[in-house]
């Protein structure tokens, strides 16, 4: 739909003098007409109730425009580049690792020098954790930031994260970073303006002279972090004041009731597509709205914020995709790739997180019921949007999928759960997992779980019991929860260190910025002499490595991992075997886990339930053996943690 109006003061803005560059771009010019009328209908919904909404949107179209005159010519041509492509995220060539540039390596020059280890490994996506200002023992890791346009001093400074991102684009390398849009520090700027009783400040926040509301709103909130930081306010002797800290007493959650507080944070937004970021990780989106009566997570009014984001960075740094970190159950985290008039056109890029956490589910039970009964949610994600494909991050495992999930693979959810937290945390008999249990709520026994993908997965209890069956049987586990999870489709996304097979680091406890925190155990400080080793023959760390580095080639040379078509799930004709058929181009390919401590058996009539198959030979590309398909009672034999990538030839 056409509004003259609307489109006539589009075309006033451009021919400000201040934008003439802007104005000369007919690219950009064309992109901001066809989106101007879904961004003005956004905001209206979100800020259209306000007398002073026509002030407030001639801000945002401002900012827009500042936005893409900032885009630097070399971004602009990666812009039309990407466009071009269509769909460069679905790509089968994108390998990305998350790591902290202080503990992987120090600052960001030094990072610039471990570019050709990436390019080794395969890995062509740096994941930058938070890299912004942040207060020294009151960081959360680096999400809770003092400042959000510049670096922390121990990285280096903003000259040299530009640096960086400049090498990265030299050598055909992208960039993705962290923006945090719920909250910042009690130290940002706007947080101490509004201690000091700035009320234009004060607004930028949920703050109340009495625990009259936030009584209210603690009514239907979950607490995020009952053991170390229960309630969802604190109270700040400075301005007298309760302020909302959904999170940590430390983080002030930002008020998007104000547009000032979106104009803001919008503006942030492309300074960072501006800096090279090609994915901007957003944390923590399903918080960024609150409501009375709610639990204020995964609320409309979230999806609203984001869609909008999506269409102004759609006009300004089209190059850009949005990551949003949602970690939540499967149905909520589809509604974050937007639905109805929106489908497929809100956020860019979410998490698996709930493929991943099955997978932790599988392992533990050595049985994939539970993940075959999730596939149906997971399998809505809209065309055109991509999947993070992981096993282990930051970020502690929750095992937040449904329980009738659990009940359809005939298991009792609460017992179900005891056991896989007692199984990862060592307490269960026979379990070499050693991990640790993070927020435990005492209330109902909520926890989730930490440790290392090497320790959960009994390296770590092997190699103190210098037990080499152990310590084979682990290495199986490892390199077998990353295939699965870099076959599925989506953008594999290693954590740094689990390509070297580091175990729980557990430094953090001397650390009283971190004791309290038992994430770091799997946030490792990397010993460049360990890995230095992947080179020596023999050694756990060379295994390790060559595997996983073996997997990502496979996966490059094969297109038919791209994010293009869902997969076929094959039915549990076994309960320890996953398996699902991929299609591109006439071809196909099966891929095979076995989750068993055991022999595992496969009727070859699961292959022919798929569909018409042409050939009658398959060879495995991992191991090169080929194998000619039996009779229905006849069995494809997989030994304890195999897979396979079945391809018809």
Known sequence: ??????????????????????????AFKMRFSANLLVIHQLFETIYGHREDKD???????????????????LLRDKDAAKEKEKGWILSGNITGMSLYVDRFCGTFKELRQRLPYFKELGVNLLHLMPV??????????????????NTDARFGSLEDLKSLS?????????????????????????????????KVYQEFFYMYPDRTVPDWFEQTMPEIFPDSSPGSFTYDEQSGKWVMTVFHKYQWDLNYTNPAV???????????????????RIDAPAFIWKKLGTTCQNLPEAHTLLQLIKHCVQVASPGMALLGEAIVSPKEIMKYFGKGQFYGRECDVAYNATQMALQWDALATGDVRVMLAAQEDIQQKPPGTTWISYVRCHDDIGLGYDDEMIRRAGFDPFEHRKFLKNYYSGHHPGSAAKGALFGVNPKNQDARISGSLASLSGLEYALQRNDASATEISVRKIILMQAQSMFMGGIPMLFYGDEIGYTND????????????????????ID??????????????????????????????????????????????????????????????????????HDAWLTWFAFRETGA?????????????????????????MSPYQFMLLEEV
């Open 506 to 525: 557990y430094s953090y406890l001397t650390d009283p910025g971190k004791s309290y925190d038992n994430r770091w155990m799997h946030r490792p400080v």
């Open 528 to 597: 460049w002499k360990k890995n230095e080793l992947r080179k020596k023959k023999g050694t756990l760390e060379k295994l390790i490595f060559d595997q996983t580095k073996k997997l990502i080639q496979l996966r490059n040379r094969h297109s038919i991992f791209a994010d293009n078509q869902k997969v076929v799930w094959m039915m549990p004709h076994n309960r320890h075997i996953a398996g699902y058929k991929r299609s591109r181009r006439g071809k196909s390919m099966f891929c095979l886990f076995n989750y068993a401590s």
């Open 55 to 73: 002030l407030w949107l001639e801000e945002l179209l401002d900012t827009i425009l500042r936005g893409h005159q900032n885009r630097s010519a």
């Open 166 to 198: 400049a090498n990265l684009k030299d050598e055909n390398m992208l960039l993705m970073m962290d923006i945090v849009l719920n909250h910042t520090s009690h130290c940002h700027v706007w947080a101490e303006r509004a201690k000091s009783g700035d």
């Open 262 to 280: 979106f104009i803001a944070m919008l503006d942030t937004i492309f300074f960072y597509a501006n800096l090279g970021v090609d994915i901007l």
């Open 132 to 149: 912004m200002e942040s207060p020294e023992n009151e960081s959360d890791g680096g999400y809770a930031v003092s400042d959000f346009r």
């Open 613 to 637: 198959m042409k050939k009658t030979v398959l060879k495995d590309l991992w191991s090169e053996q080929e194998w000619i398909i039996g009779e229905d009672h006849e069995h494809l034999v």
């Open 1 to 26: 739909m056409y509004q003259a109006e609307l489109h006539q003061r589009l075309l006033e803005l451009l021919s400000d003098k201040k934008w003439s560059e802007a104005n000369s771009d007919q």
